[in-house]
């Protein structure tokens, strides 16, 4: 089961975390310390996800950690405020929040592309609330000015609102001009983003807002700041991903600590693709990180 958790963001902004696991770890105050039970993971979703992505995983992990997947501002069932600010340092404040409010730190995080960003960067930024990093392919680079266009230009495309469930599935699983071959768990990862409306299925969230979250990132490279990760980290590509194996391998160069996996017919949605090989993949890693 999860248990919402509400927390308060940077500006105010509400956010909806989700504690998975039967009993929680904690009591029945979400800000008790882990120091008192099982150690603390925050899972942070990729742009237009949420945190039901990672209901697997974390259930997976609850045997042994206290498991939290955040919905990140503008995404899932958190704040999607107008005129919130969507700029990384507000992302990285939430996360901070959240860490600090559910009595997580020092705790392992694990994010999927935007979310590991997010993940790294509060690393940088407060080694002392992060033990561990796992970064699921996101690349260090700068994408360009090109690649923002084309994902304005591929909302657009959207054929929305979708009739039924199986309309979205359908199209973002096999229709979609971004899919190169058919691919079942891409249309799945989709149609857990989209909510019923009058007349159709339409996203939970604000595209224009996804475009505001991803433009304070695409421009600039952020290797500086991988640079700066104290901590264990973990680089996971899917070998079908967006995060080369050469430019994964140098990440993990720049990491003070840095190790690398990857999983093998897995594309970007490493986690959604192949559940069990993700597993496999960072199952050694944190149990190294739970050794004295």
């Known amino acids: 089961m999860a248990r919402r958790i509400d927390v308060i963001g940077a500006g105010g902004v509400r956010l909806a975390a989700w504690e998975f696991g039967d009993p929680p770890k904690t009591g029945t105050d979400p800000a008790e310390s882990t120091a008192q039970g099982a150690p603390g993971v925050l899972l942070l979703h990729g742009l237009m996800g949420r945190a039901s992505h990672w209901a697997s995983t974390a259930r997976w992990l609850s045997a042994r950690y206290r498991a939290v997947a955040l919905d990140q501002r503008g995404h899932g069932r958190s704040d999607k405020p107008p005129r919130a600010a969507f700029t990384r340092d507000a992302y990285v404040d939430d996360a901070e929040a959240a860490l600090e409010q559910l009595g997580l730190g020092p705790s392992v995080l694990i994010g999927h592309a935007m979310g590991a960003l997010t993940a790294w960067q509060l690393a940088a930024k407060r080694p002392d609330l992060v033990r561990g990093l796992v970064i699921c392919d996101m690349r260090a680079s700068a994408l360009g000015g090109a690649s923002q266009r084309e994902w304005a230009e591929w909302f657009k495309a959207w054929p929305v609102p979708f009739a039924t469930l199986a309309d979205v599935r359908k199209w973002f699983g096999e229709d979609d001009p971004w899919v190169e071959r058919p691919n079942p768990a891409r ?58 194996r050469a430019e994964a391998q140098e990440m993990v160069r720049v990491l003070p600590h840095g190790q690398y996996a990857e999983v093998a017919d897995a594309g970007h949605l490493v986690h959604y693709d192949q559940p069990e090989a993700w597993r496999a993949a960072i199952e050694p890693f944190l149990d190294a990180l739970s050794r004295p």
């Open 187 to 244: 249309g799945e990862f989709y149609a857990e983003v989209m909510a019923e409306s009058p007349d159709g299925w339409r996203p939970v969230f604000d595209p224009e807002q996804m475009l505001r979250s991803r433009e304070t990132w695409v421009f600039d490279a952020h290797w500086e700041e991988l640079a700066q990760v104290r901590c264990p980290t973990l680089v996971v590509r899917g070998l079908d991903g967006e995060l080369g």
